[in-house]
Each structure stands twice: as C-alpha cells, then as structure tokens.
C-alpha cells in the first residue's frame, strides 16, 4: 500500500489513482495548483492558500471543482490518512478531459487531485547553511501571477543552478530580478529588506505576504520595488521564501558570497519569527 491520494472524489491508493489522457492538465498545461506546507500536522496559512487558488481559477475563466469546505475536508483526510506530520499537501485543478482543442471546452467539469508528501521543512539541509544561487533570464511567460501548472521553465533554471554547482537560479528580466525559480527574493541593503513589488511578473507568495507582515509588525524597514543581480552582489545579506523554503538564506550570488558567507541575521530572525507564528496559527 502506498499513500491514499485523492482524485475526483474518490480515496484511493496511488498505484489505483488515474486522469484521462484527454486531460488538459496533461496535454496543454491547462492547469493551477497551490502547495500547502504541514507543521505538526497543521495546515500552514491555508486560508491564505485558498484565496490564491480562487484568484487563478478566475483569471483562467476555470471553474471551481469543490467549495473551500470541501476542499479543507480533503486535505484533513489526506493528512489524517497517510499521518502526516511534516511535509506538504498538493492541489491541482485542471479544466477536465476533452478532445484536443485549443478553445476551452463547455460543460466539462474541472478535475482536482491532491497528495500528501513528507517532507523535512524545519531542519531542512539548507535552513542552517542558507543557498547559493545563481542568475539566469526569466524565459517564462507574462502571466506569473497565476499559479499555473506549466513549470518547465523553472525546472531548467533548477537544473541550469545544478549544473552551476548551486542550489537553485534568480530570474532576470530587463536587468532587474523578478524572482526565483520557486519562491520570491529579497535583498537586505543597510537594513532595509528589499523585494519586488506584486505585478504579473512575479506570484503573489503566500509566505511573502505573511514574512512582510511580520518585518512590519518588527519595526523593520520594508521596501517593495525592483532590484538589480548588482545590487544583490553588494547586499549584506539576501534570503528566499516559499511554503515550502520559509525563510531560507542566500549566501552567494553568481559566486559573490555576502556578508561572511553565513546566513545573515534578519533572514535568521524573519524565520524564526515565520515559524513561531506558523506554529501558532496553524489549522
Ligand atoms: N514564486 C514562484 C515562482 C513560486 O513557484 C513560488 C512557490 N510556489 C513562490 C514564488 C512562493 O509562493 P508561496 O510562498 O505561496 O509558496
């Protein structure tokens, strides 16, 4: 027995779990999906989560597949199926099986799968060491503020950062970085926490938006626009975050280490600080 998935409405075992060849998800990318990390078997900022997916949904004109109760019921039984403790759960919607066609069908009912994954979130390998990370151009599309299933592009940033002997690229768009392959950025300069401003160039991170929330409340001086890989080369320290990473350090960009080459103090306690409010407010 492997871990019980959901799909369409069904429990089952992962080796029984099955989508339509026909799907769109499969054939045309036609798709969004939201990761909702799991502390102490606890949904972190689930709500949060749920807002998001709502907002791709209708951009994308696709129809919701089940109401947010329904939704929060699945994840608890997936969670209380497989005992997960830490780790994450998995959504995709896509717009359902029908014959190829690059017009959205009608009448076709949007298909939802979800999984759990174990996962070491808090002592995760880089929570301690932090990550180097190399920049490359954004090749993406223009609408990244929908989180969309077509994820080729960050893979091979990924895969660009490995060859590169590092831990993961920054994506570079008109000479400013618009964020990470799978999270957001963040410089600080003279302790100012610097990050892009939301657009479509970048997603709107759920842990972005709860990380500046807590700098705020902190006293810290936050400060949303633009930046340059040069800036980053000169800053005193630089972290990502997504909701799966938290708060996690960069220690060198394109081979400049910052500061001592160590993860730096506001990213220290910006995810201390994450992680005690998660814990709290977890569901
Ligand atoms: N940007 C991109 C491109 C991402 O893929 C992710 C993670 N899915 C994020 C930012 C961070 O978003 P969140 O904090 O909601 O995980």
Do not use: C
């Not at 799909?7 to 075992?13: I, P, R, S, T």
């Not at 129809?63 to 830490?86: K, M, V, W, Y």
């Not at 066609?101 to 979130?121: A, C, D, H, R, Y």
């Amino acid at each position: 027995m492997g871990r019980t998935v959901y799909v369409n409405g069904e429990y089952l075992d992962e080796a029984d779990a099955k989508i339509s060849i026909f799907d769109r998800g499969f054939l045309m990318a036609d798709g969004v999906y939201e990761v909702t990390s799991i502390l102490n078997g606890k949904m972190i900022d689930f709500d949060g989560h749920m807002v998001r997916l709502a907002r791709s949904l209708s951009e994308l004109e696709m129809p919701t597949p089940e109401t947010n109760d329904e939704i929060e019921t699945i994840h608890r039984e997936l969670i209380r199926a497989n005992g997960l403790i830490e780790g994450l759960v998995y959504l995709q919607v896509t717009r359902g099986a029908a014959d190829r066609s690059f017009l959205f069908p009608e009448g076709v009912k949007s298909s939802l799968v979800m999984f759990t994954q174990v996962m070491n979130l808090m002592e995760s390998p880089t929570a301690a060491t932090g990550i180097k990370i190399i920049s490359i151009p954004d090749i993406r599309w223009g609408r990244r503020d929908i989180k969309t299933i077509q994820l080729l592009a960050p893979s091979l940033g990924k895969m660009a950062a490995k060859a590169a002997g590092v831990d993961d690229a920054w994506l570079v768009e008109d000479g400013f970085v618009t964020e990470g392959t799978s999270n957001n950025a963040y410089i600080v300069q003279g302790g100012k926490i610097i990050t892009r401003d939301l657009s479509q160039d970048i997603l709107s991170g759920i842990t972005r938006s709860a990380v500046l929330r807590f700098a705020r409340e902190a006293q810290m001086d936050v400060v949303e626009r633009p930046f340059t890989m040069t800036e980053a080369m000169e800053a005193d320290e630089a972290f990502v975050t997504s909701a799966t990473t938290f708060v996690t350090s960069v220690i060198e960009v394109d081979g400049q280490a910052l500061g001592d080459g160590k993860p730096g103090l506001v990213a220290r306690r910006l995810r201390e600080i994450y992680l005690d409010e998660s814990m709290k407010s977890g569901t």
